[in-house]
């Protein structure tokens, strides 16, 4: 019903920055909000950011305010992630996350894109 698709991911230094994008495509009407969560290696899948599609709205986890800002375009139906000040700590797979409805809400989810922080 949604397919989400990630891109931007790849290989940076330390200090470096990336923007990961993530297009939404299909039955988007009801979308609540979209985000962005990670997993890093040998461990559980993270929550990043978010952002409330109408409102545009965001919040962030702890560990990356600061550093990383999550940024939309309704008219793409795309979130973006730009990610500044990279640490080896961000290696992940990180996946683009679309959730539908406010009540009983549906999940969706892209394939991932990995980004690779280098010391």
């Known amino acids: 019903q949604v397919q989400l698709v990630e891109s931007g991911g790849g290989l940076v230094q330390a200090g470096g920055s990336l923007r990961l994008s993530c297009a939404a495509s299909g039955r988007t009407d009801t979308t609540y909000a979209m985000g962005w969560f990670r997993q890093c290696p040998g461990k559980e899948r993270e929550f990043v950011a978010r952002i409330t599609w109408n409102s545009g709205n965001t919040y962030s986890a702890d560990s990356v305010k600061g550093r990383f800002t999550i940024s939309r375009d309704n008219a793409k139906n795309t979130i973006y992630l730009q990610m500044n000040s990279l640490k080896p700590e961000d290696t992940a797979v990180y996946y683009c996350?679309?959730?539908?409805?406010?009540?009983?809400?549906?999940?969706?989810w892209g394939q991932g894109t990995q980004v690779t922080v280098s010391s």
């Open positions: 996350n679309a959730r539908l409805g406010k009540v009983a809400p549906v999940d969706y």
